[in-house]
């Protein structure tokens, strides 16, 4: 979510630029009135309404990349993902200097899981602005998908040692420890997993897919009893979620206790 209020903060930027600079040359002060408001509405959460304004926007001016990019943003947000992606791929060409814009288009295509298509414009916007680490972890995240381990963990030890901001988050500090620990668990890296999953549970003892994943590293390790606890505490973290009834019945199965418990 700050993710998201930061992007729409360099949209409104964008805009008052537009409106200040530009609306003498083309209808931009109407384009830029409706952006404006727009992006007010979006940060209100009032995302359907300000997709119609985007939608009038990107009608009257279709070559424009802040049309463009606004326009993802809400298709994004209102469920309709394959105009979201084609508006983000207009704003890319239209924009091909702009990091955010690349980010955006790298977000989508992962978000879509359109995988291998999202490296070109996040390696891209890495160029752009490598210093970003959000644009970092994205890369990361997508690398790990494709089982490019050590690209993976180039960019999660990045955020690692050069972002301290962003680790100081206790949720972002246990994702990455937890995704590294994941990735050296199937490299059968075992000393370098362990330590990545104390680092996590450290951190977030309570989060599910930590203590989970922490379960299953130490029965793949043979330490039963410490497995038998993490699966436990997963139980009774998630019990009352039914989206894991599936999962809790596997679990169970595991333990060798009744799954109606």
């Not at 700050?2 to 384009?31: D, I, P």
């Not at 894991?244 to 009744?258: D, N, S, V």
Request: hydrophobic share 45%.
């Amino acid at each position: 979510m700050k993710r998201l209020f930061f992007l729409l903060a360099v949209v409104m930027a964008m805009v008052l630029f537009l409106f200040v600079a530009g609306c003498e040359r083309l209808s931009s002060k109407s384009t830029a009135e409706l952006l404006n408001e727009g992006v007010k509405l979006a940060a209100g959460g009032k995302w359907n309404k300000a997709h119609k304004y985007a939608e009038a926007a990107v009608k009257r001016e279709s070559n424009n990349q802040y049309t463009q990019l606004f326009f993802a943003f809400t298709c994004e947000h209102t469920g309709k993902n394959a105009q979201a992606l084609a508006a983000a791929e207009s704003a890319a060409e239209l924009a091909p200097g702009n990091f955010t814009v690349k980010y955006t288009l790298g977000r989508l295509y992962a978000q879509q899981g359109k995988t291998q298509d999202a490296v070109k414009p996040l390696m891209e916007a890495f160029n752009l602005k490598p210093t970003d680490p959000f644009n970092i972890l994205l890369l990361a995240e997508v690398y790990r998908r494709m089982n490019a381990s050590s690209l993976a963990i180039n960019y999660y030890n990045q955020l690692v040692r050069n972002h301290a901001e962003f680790m100081s988050d206790k949720n972002n500090a246990a994702w990455v420890w937890n995704q590294l620990a994941v990735i050296y668990t199937g490299l059968d890296s075992i000393r370098n997993a362990a330590s990545c999953f104390r680092q996590a549970y450290t951190l977030a003892p309570e989060k599910p897919y930590v203590v989970i994943n922490f379960a299953v590293f130490m029965d793949r390790i043979q330490r039963r009893d410490r497995a038998v606890t993490f699966y436990q505490k997963y139980l009774e973290l998630t019990a009352n979620d039914v989206k894991f009834a599936e999962k809790h019945e596997l679990i169970r199965k595991r333990l060798g206790t009744p799954v109606s418990q």
